[in-house]
């Protein structure tokens, strides 16, 4: 078994493919089980080649990813969420719009965005009165 690319537009199927056969790498297609394509390349591959693969392969997750942002009838059904636990036990969802919840996951691991959300979950349980630079009482 090879190296296994999933795509869900055709165009950027192609760009791939396209793109390891100027690599001299053979590849093979097949239609996923449940939607898109996967694209399989050989093992064995060169670091450097592979290298080149990925870099190409996340070039086209971000065109793609763009692709799903613009299109209105995936977009409304795409959300993004941050789990917090309150101040009095219960947890709560936090909804964040998909376009957003990319940039702070391109800049942010998981863990600091569940960071992020807490600390701002935890601050509207506890507004502060006054500058926002004064420590409050603790």
Known sequence: MGFEYMFFDEALRDRFVAFAAGHGIASTMRQDEIDGFVI???DGLDDDLQDALEAEYDAIMDAQMLLAESDEDMVSHAVAGV?????????RAVRIPPPIARRLF???TPEEVHEIATAIAESVENPVDGPICHKPPQ
């Open 40 to 42: 399989e390349l050989p």
């Open 106 to 108: 391109e800049h942010f």
């Open 83 to 91: 789990t917090v636990t309150l101040s009095d036990g219960t947890t």
